[in-house]
């Protein structure tokens, strides 16, 4: 009897803990957690823009009416930004052909009350062997600008760029989150299991324009002012960042989880009940899209500077 009852306590115990480890018969039990991770990075620290006028541009200058402007050569092989490393090239926005960046330039100095010729103009009559110098001053211009280069680029963010990260205990609905205090190993094993794949495919590098110009005065064919400037997008705060909800199997730690879809209670009619909300992208409004409008407006701020500095030279008029 006594061994009969041993056998019978042996069995219970084993019992008790296969139910603890798999909730009955319903399957396996599961710890439920909340890991908030946002990219947070702090202004760029713009440099200024490089401008140096030489003694010329004082006396010249500010008494030039009709400017004209000359788009690069060629924009494939060096470019301004790549030659003193600061940020990887992504591309080369202006080519031979680049209507649309010449344009805006064009634009900002017709704006600054200049008279321009049209870019277009000077290149064809420069096709029939003459320089840029000759044909700009037979169309009456007394500054041509010569752009060297505009460009765009990513660049890395700075070294306080960082991810920061909150960690909570949850139910299978997603609700009562309390925060969860972690130990630095059990941090370090979730961010290396489950969140570094996430966050290796978040862009966490900041666009920018360079532009290097040029303006020589016609007549003589002295340069006689020169501009550079890279701008870099500011990161807003946050520039990332996302939710990942874990279940674990109940006495495993982090070590055997999967991420899940909090079973959120429904109200009448399918509504969703949540404590937030969400703001959808327009299908049509792609990554691509995005990029190239942040592109632009950085161009057009860099090229807005570089007119406003050049036109600076009126103070000196007489």
């Known amino acids: 009897m006594h061994e009969y009852m041993m056998r019978v306590i042996a069995l219970g115990t084993a019992a008790a803990g296969a139910l603890a480890l798999y909730g009955c018969s319903s399957g396996p039990s599961y710890e439920y957690y909340k890991v908030s991770s946002r990219f947070v990075s702090s202004a760029q620290g713009q440099q200024a823009p490089e401008v140096i006028a030489t003694p010329a541009y004082n006396q010249l200058a500010g008494r030039a009416t009709t400017v004209a402007v000359r788009a690069p050569d060629s924009c494939v092989n060096n470019t301004a930004n790549q030659a003193t490393g600061g940020a990887a090239a992504a591309g080369t926005i202006l080519q031979t052909n680049c209507g649309v960046e010449m344009g805006e330039i064009e634009r900002a100095l017709t704006r600054a009350g200049y008279n321009v010729i049209s870019w277009n103009v000077l290149q064809r009559e420069m096709s029939r062997d003459a320089s840029a110098a000759q044909v700009a001053s037979t169309l009456g211009a007394q500054v ?66 360079t532009l290097d110009a040029t303006a020589v005065w016609v007549k003589t064919g002295q340069s006689l002012w020169y501009y550079r400037w890279t701008r870099a997008a500011e990161p807003s705060g946050v ?80």
Do not use: H, M
Request: proline fraction near 5%; include cysteine.
């Open 144 to 209: 041509l600008f010569q752009v060297n280069s505009l460009e765009k680029s990513q660049k890395t963010l700075g070294a306080d760029a960082r991810w920061e990260r909150t960690y909570f205990r949850t139910d299978a609905s997603g609700f009562s989150a309390t925060p969860l205090p972690l130990t630095e190993d059990a941090r370090a094993l979730i961010a290396r299991t489950y969140l570094a794949p996430i966050e290796a495919s978040v862009n966490t590098r900041s666009y920018a324009v």
């Open 239 to 318: 520039a990332a960042g996302y939710d990942l909800r874990l279940a674990c199997y109940y006495g495993y730690g982090f070590n055997s989880c999967q991420a899940f879809k909090p079973t959120l209670p429904t109200e009448p009619g399918g509504l969703v009940t949540a404590a937030g909300e969400s703001v959808a992208v327009s299908a049509s409004e792609r990554p691509e899209d995005l990029e190239r409008a942040a592109y632009a407006e950085l161009s057009k701020e860099v090229i807005n500077d570089f007119v406003d500095n050049f036109a600076k030279a009126r103070q000196f008029a007489r």
